[in-house]
């Protein structure tokens, strides 16, 4: 009972406290495509909060902060099974993540920066497949990456890729690349190739993102196009505010 009422506070806190934040002037929000990460970051004093609500009625919500120029700092908590009449409601590991974004691009580079995201996806996963105690989730941490990113083709279609190595094993390395294009001021659409080694293990997003507010966006989208029962459609509720 007592994982269950934390876990609700837990819940009510992600939504609310959002709204109670300072309004900032206008922000971009496309530090994460989807799961992608680009090479922008975060200002100084500046709060992002990203609420998923995902496979097996997971919720997670991601807090990252500007505590430096050109670096951000955040953690993140899933609460596995809340949504629904499960009864085996369980709070996961909380995970870390950091970027430094290391040069802002020109009219011939891109954007760069490197960072570690511990942020994994599909919690109890194995019961669809063979069951291993070493590996309870369907996606493991993307780990340390360095990521490009620059405007390309037209306005507004942003292009993001690099390569990442999960738990910074030279045996986990993968790439990824990823677009937003916006096709209006308050409509944008998503897609990525991620994890990248072979067709398998890889996993292609799209998704749609409305901008309700310059510091607020509603994504939704759909995971592991092609891989039977191991898709997935996600929401996710994006704010960002200054603090």
């Not at 037209?154 to 390569?163: C, D, E, F, M, Q």
């Not at 996993?203 to 995971?223: C, E, F, K, M, Y």
Request: net charge negative; with cysteine; glycine share 8%.
């Amino acid at each position: 009972m007592k994982v269950k009422f934390f876990a609700a506070l837990f819940a009510c806190l992600t939504f609310v406290c959002p709204v109670f934040a300072a309004q900032g002037d206008p922000i971009s929000l496309e530090t994460l495509i989807i799961d992608v990460p680009t090479a922008e970051t975060l200002d100084r004093y500046q709060a992002s909060f990203l609420t998923r609500a995902y496979d097996h009625g997971t919720i997670m919500e991601s807090i990252d902060f500007g505590v430096y120029p050109r670096i951000n700092l955040g953690v993140s908590i899933a609460v596995h099974e809340l949504l629904g009449s499960s009864s085996s409601v369980r709070v996961l590991d909380p995970d870390f993540q950091v970027k430094w974004k290391l040069y802002d691009g020109s009219l011939y580079l891109p954007a760069i920066a490197i960072g570690y995201d511990g942020r994994r996806y599909g919690y109890g996963y194995d019961h669809r497949r063979n069951y291993t105690k070493t590996k309870q989730y369907l996606d493991d941490r993307k780990g340390g990456y360095l990521t490009f990113s620059r405007e390309i083709i037209v306005p507004g279609l942003n292009a993001t890729a690099g390569v990442n190595l999960s738990d910074f094993d030279f045996d986990d390395l993968y790439m990824f690349t990823g677009f937003f294009y916006n096709l209006a001021d308050n409509f944008g659409l998503l897609a990525e190739w991620d994890n990248i080694r072979n067709i398998r293990d890889s996993r292609l997003n799209l998704g749609a993102r409305i901008t309700l507010h310059p510091s607020l966006a509603l994504d939704a989208a759909v995971r592991r196009i092609g891989r039977g029962d191991e898709s997935e459609r996600i929401l996710q509720l994006r704010y960002v505010t200054n603090f």
